[in-house]
């Protein structure tokens, strides 16, 4: 259904179910799911969503400028140009073998590079978080992705955005422990958050982090 806030037009998923109250959730794909008690009447969902008018539009405000940060900067390829690895420049000949060629062959090289570094320093990293949270992924895998650094299918299969070797390990440590988190709460409920903060107390650091330098790391 569609519900005009201000001067938004907001569409939300409603979900039915034996329940006693409306709740409002936010995914992190800008999804809005409004669970909501058998026969709810529309007009009652209208109600709740304008009570969490400001939450809703200040949180889709927030979503919506995190995946802008996403959007790739364009780079120059030369043997100087600089590019992040693990949160510090390096010049392009120090990452990868420049010799003469193209930048068509340079960017494929650079992004094998990440692809690889991605794929050990997490395998590295994410054995002490799994023993602390009790779980682990049925499989592995790294993408190329310009709207998430992460995400957690329901089928225990944890994806990681290649980009990622590009941050400091701390925040790749971020973004490990809110996937496998995920295993345990799959939405970003109350429980979420707090298993996270458990682990990981200045999350938001690293969220803010991701969202301050996203553009800056990119091919």
């Known amino acids: 259904m569609k519900i005009q806030l201000d001067e938004r037009t907001i569409e939300c998923n409603v979900q039915y179910s034996k329940r006693t109250k409306i709740a409002i959730q936010l995914e992190t794909n800008g999804l809005i799911i409004v669970k909501a008690p058998n026969g709810t009447p529309e007009a009652d969902i209208i109600r709740v969503m304008e009570q969490n008018k400001k939450w809703l539009l200040d949180n889709t405000n927030k979503l919506e400028q995190a995946r802008a940060s996403m959007l790739p900067m364009a780079k120059e390829y030369q043997e100087q140009g600089q590019f992040l690895y693990l949160g510090k420049k390096y010049f392009l000949h120090e990452l990868i073998e420049v010799g003469d060629s193209s ?3 340079l ?14 320093i997490v395998l590295e990293r994410i054995e002490e978080y799994q023993k602390q949270l009790r779980v682990k992924p049925k499989s592995i895998e790294i993408e190329e992705s310009t709207t998430k650094w992460g995400s957690c299918h329901s089928s225990k299969k944890i994806t990681f955005n290649y980009r990622l070797a ?3 390990v701390e ?10 988190c995920h295993l345990l709460h799959m939405n970003h409920d109350r429980s979420f958050w707090r298993r996270l903060g458990s682990i990981m107390p200045d999350y938001k650091d690293k969220e803010e982090y991701l969202a301050r330098h996203g553009r800056n790391m990119t091919l």
Request: proline content about 3%.
């Open 166 to 168: 590009m941050a400091p």
């Open 107 to 120: 960017r494929h090289r650079l992004k094998k590079f990440y692809f690889t570094s991605c794929k050990k």
């Open 171 to 180: 925040v790749i440590d971020y973004v490990i422990v809110h996937e496998l």
């Open 103 to 105: 930048e068509e062959e």
